[in-house]
C-alpha cells in the first residue's frame, strides 16, 4: 500500500467519524445513534490495523469504500480530495473480491457499448453464468419496471401463461384467463429466435 492510499484511507475513515460523532450530538433516533457508534468503532479498529500495518479484511476495505464514495461524488472538489479519492476507488477496485454477479455486471456494461455486440456474446456470457451458478439459484434474467431484460435491455420475451380448462369429456366448456408463470428474455434465453423478433426492440429505441 503506497502512502498516498494509506494517507487517503486515514482521512476518509478519520473524516467520516467526524461527521457521524457530530450527528450524535443532534436529533439522531436511538437506532441512528447506536449505529453511527457502531461505524465509529469499526473505522478505528481499521486506523488500527493501518498503524500497526496488518493488513484489511474485505470488509474493511468495503466499508473504506463506503466512507470514500462522498469525496469520489466531489467532483467539485469542496473537499480537496477528489484525485486521492478516485486513487483510492482504482486501488479498492482491485483489492475487493469480484462476486459473480458484479463480474457480470462489468462484462455487460462493456458489451453494452458497443451496439454491434453479437447476440451470442450475450449468449456466451449467459451461459457461464448458469454454469457458474448453483442448481437452483439461476432464476434467470429478471426485468425491470417496464419490461426491460436486466442482463441486456431487450423488452421481447417469451411468456408461458397457464389457463386453466374445465373440459368435460374432450370438449373444453370454460376457459379461466391465467397468470404469467415464467418470463423469459429472448435474446438471452433463444438467441435463435431473436433475429425474428427484434424489430420490436428496434421500434421500443426510436
Ligand atoms: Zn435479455
Known amino acids: 500500500m503506497n502512502k498516498t492510499i494509506k494517507d487517503q484511507i486515514i482521512f476518509v475513515l478519520e473524516d467520516d467519524n467526524e461527521l457521524m460523532t457530530a450527528a450524535l450530538d443532534g436529533d439522531l433516533d436511538a437506532e441512528n ?22 493488513p484489511l479484511g474485505q470488509e474493511d476495505l468495503q466499508l473504506v469504500r463506503d466512507a470514500n464514495e462522498i469525496h469520489v461524488n466531489d467532483a467539485a472538489n469542496l473537499n480537496g480530495r477528489h484525485e486521492e479519492a478516485i486513487e483510492l476507488e482504482a486501488w479498492l477496485d482491485n483489492m475487493i473480491e469480484l462476486s459473480m454477479e458484479a463480474a457480470m455486471k462489468i462484462l455487460e456494461e462493456y458489451l453494452d457499448r ?22 437452483g439459484i439461476a432464476t434467470g434474467p429478471g426485468f425491470d ?16 401463461v397457464t389457463d386453466m380448462l374445465v373440459s368435460v369429456g374432450d370438449e373444453i366448456v370454460k376457459r379461466y384467463d ?3 408463470t415464467n418470463r423469459n428474455c429472448v435474446r438471452c434465453t433463444y438467441p435463435k429466435q431473436y433475429p425474428g423478433l427484434q424489430h420490436f426492440d428496434e421500434a421500443d429505441a426510436k
Open 145 to 160: 419496471d417496464s419490461g426491460r431484460c436486466l442482463k441486456c435491455g431487450s423488452r421481447v420475451a417469451f411468456a408461458d
Open 33 to 54: 445513534k447506536q449505529m453511527n457508534r457502531e461505524l465509529i468503532q469499526r473505522h478505528e479498529q481499521i486506523l488500527a490495523k493501518l498503524d500497526k500495518g496488518e
Open 178 to 180: 391465467g397468470d404469467i
Open 114 to 135: 458497443d451496439p454491434k455486440t453479437p447476440v451470442r456474446v450475450y449468449r456466451a456470457l449467459h451461459t457461464l453464468w448458469e454454469e457458474a451458478t448453483p442448481n
